[in-house]
């Protein structure tokens, strides 16, 4: 009888792991995940997940929407701040801080962009930083500080997670543009001993690499690849987000070419997704997240009241936030 026992425990456990591998997306290939273009969530642009994989999608429609699987099950909504509007680019989930999310607000029009830290639990929101012009991305090192990209400033601001206002810590020609999508600085990443910043330079299809030198400050701004070629007009054509994963590839969405393209730590392609065979087509790809073997990825389409996630099955969970 004690035998029996273990032999059914034994496939009881098996039968479980072979479900929930059943439950991981398809490696390698790109599916429709959830439908987000509603009144609360259409267009979203930035993307999180917590250790549990509850996502939090922002985007234009001013709200944060939060999927549990591929439902989304809670709309947050967030006061606007001085501009009067709300509109969420780039977010960050730190579990033991919160959700960080960036708010371009008037795009520009005034330096009304704010970074916020938001409570997943209660939705309540306090702002860390205001004066940005076109707040986008998030990173954030080992110390907890936060670090924002300003695509109109060309700039690289500090913000510390207790708040007290933004500092500059780099401002470049390079983080500039005078391409389209007229975005210079967008995602941003750190490498996994945090020796360098990367950042996508949406306007110009390149992905810039900064130097963090001992003392904390920011060496000078290198390409570190560049795309959309003569001779691949595709290449990293609108780099948005980016991740790293395990292994030191790095993800990118590249927005105008509709494709996650992935670079080797040397800064060469070495694969891309969105029109292999199987694909579910991605409508401007905005930014991207792993959980696990999954990665979610926004489209944030730019359509009136489009919008939808894609999940992409991939062969190595990404990066720890920090080290």
Not at 189 to 215: C, H, K, Q
Not at 301 to 306: S, T
């Amino acid at each position: 009888m004690r035998r029996w026992s273990i032999a059914v425990i034994a496939a009881l456990m098996l039968l479980s792991g072979q479900t929930a591998l059943a439950a991981q997306p398809a490696q390698g290939v790109v599916r429709d995940f959830a439908n987000l273009a509603t009144a609360d969530c259409h267009n979203p642009e930035g993307i999180a997940v917590s250790p549990t994989g509850v996502l939090y999608a922002a985007g234009l429609s001013g709200h944060i929407c939060v999927l549990t699987q591929d439902r989304v099950t809670r709309v947050i909504s967030v006061p606007p701040g001085p501009a009067g509007v709300t509109n969420f680019l780039g977010e960050l989930f730190e579990p033991s801080q919160g959700l960080f999310v960036v708010d371009i607000a008037d795009f520009g029009a005034t330096a009304s962009g704010r970074l916020l830290r938001v409570d997943p639990d209660t939705g309540a929101a306090s702002t860390l930083a205001g004066g940005f012009l076109a707040p986008n991305a998030i990173a954030q090192n080992r110390h907890r500080t936060l670090f924002v990209s300003d695509s109109f400033a060309g700039a690289i601001y500090t913000v510390e997670p207790t708040g007290g206002g933004k500092k500059l810590w780099k401002a470049d020609p390079k983080l500039s543009t005078k391409g389209f999508p007229p975005f210079g600085a967008n995602g941003v990443a750190f490498d996994r001993t945090e020796s360098f910043l990367y950042v996508a330079n949406t306007g110009d299809s390149s992905i810039l690499r900064i130097p963090v030198n001992v003392d904390g400050s920011a060496g000078d701004v290198v390409v570190f690849a560049k795309g959309a070629t003569a001779a691949d007009p595709q290449l990293l054509h609108g780099a948005d987000g980016i991740t790293f994963d395990v292994t030191g590839q790095l993800w990118v969405c590249a927005n105008q070419a509709n494709e996650i393209q992935v670079l080797s730590p040397s800064g060469s392609l070495v694969a891309r997704y969105g029109h292999n065979s199987g694909d579910d087509a991605m409508v401007f790809p905005a930014s991207l997240v792993f959980h696990e073997r999954a990665l979610y990825v926004t489209n944030l389409y730019f359509g009136a009241f489009g919008g939808k996630l894609s999940v992409l099955g991939v062969p190595f969970p990404g990066a720890p936030l920090r080290p």
